[in-house]
């Protein structure tokens, strides 16, 4: 895959040389990143998950100069007083390096990677593990830093890969991760859900946001009453897309309201009137829960992880 820029090839081989080094690093909620970055031993990154994982001020003599070149090619380098801070984040995730986002992901075109990443990339294996017919066409709808498009890019080589995104940062960062993972069968494309591509899917995967967001940043901000908003306007646009045997896999976050599953509740009513055949289960009983406390989610008993695969038969 061929970057555009001068900074984006800089800030691939950043990529490149930080894995040759054995760079690795998990990423956790921001509520344990924040946690974690208060504590007084952690005000100054010591190495490079400091750096490049936590987020943290460092010294300029604490990176190799190679390092430290790659970093000011690519634009990354945002001064701190008499220190220096990365712009961008990297996390480890199934051999892979994603670029992403640094913390506090605060702008409104953050790209995210977090816990939910990883907990997609879980179902997406599952899917694959246990899909035996041939997937030709994949999208991934609102793909953010590329995650879930490149794993199924590299588990599924002969297969075309979409990944599509309204955020213009998020197509530069899944242009870069593919290149990085080698996924060259994967292309970017900026869409609206699936308003400006064409066809069918044997796939079409989706990690939308699914929070209320005061700020309704692009990665986090779900719409509607309790963030279920564009889960649905994904489910939506993908039940007319699937091919024969196609399945739509969609991991997304539910505000639980007395007891009751009101994102469940909308998709029977979605689907019950037609043909496909579906699952749904809960893979996280409780997150973001420190959301609970205030705004939209009062009234709420819990946030749950899910997924919904639904399936066109075919014949």
Do not use: K
């Given at each position: 895959?061929?970057?555009e820029t001068a900074q984006d090839r800089a800030l691939l081989h950043l990529g490149q040389a930080l894995r040759e080094r054995g760079y690795h690093f998990i990423t956790p909620t921001p509520l344990t990143h924040e946690r974690v970055n208060q504590r007084p031993q952690n005000a100054l990154a010591g190495d490079l998950p400091g750096v490049f994982g936590w987020s943290r001020p460092f010294q300029h003599e604490l990176l190799p100069p190679p390092l430290f070149s790659l970093m000011d090619q690519a634009q990354v380098l945002e001064p701190c007083g008499p220190r220096w801070r990365s712009r961008v984040r990297l996390s480890s995730l ?222």
């Open positions: 895959m061929t970057m199934d051999g892979q390096l994603f670029v992403h986002s640094a913390y506090p992901t605060d702008s409104a075109d953050a790209v995210f990677f977090g816990p939910d990443t990883y907990r997609f990339a879980s179902a997406i294996r599952c899917h694959l593990d246990r899909h035996t017919g041939e997937i030709r066409r994949a999208v991934d709808i609102g793909c953010g830093s590329g995650a879930g498009a490149i794993l199924t890019a590299l588990a599924r080589p002969q297969a075309e890969v979409l990944a599509v995104d309204i955020n213009p940062e998020a197509l530069r960062l899944t242009r870069i991760n593919a290149a990085l993972a080698g996924a060259d069968n994967l292309r970017a494309e900026h869409s609206d859900l699936l308003s400006a591509v064409d066809g069918e899917f044997d796939l079409i995967l989706a990690n939308p946001p699914y929070l209320v967001d005061p700020g309704e940043r692009a990665y986090r901000h779900g719409g509607g009453p309790l963030g279920a908003g564009l889960s649905l306007a994904i489910l939506d646009a993908a039940l007319g897309r699937l091919a024969p045997g196609g399945t739509l896999l969609l991991y997304t976050g539910v505000a639980m309201l007395d007891n009751q599953d009101p994102f469940l509740a909308e998709a029977c009513q979605r689907l019950a009137p037609t043909p496909l055949t579906w699952r749904y289960r809960e893979i996280d009983p409780d997150v973001f829960g420190e959301e609970l406390l205030g705004g939209a989610y009062t009234r709420c008993d819990r946030i749950a992880a899910v997924v919904l695969e639904v399936t066109r038969p075919v014949s």
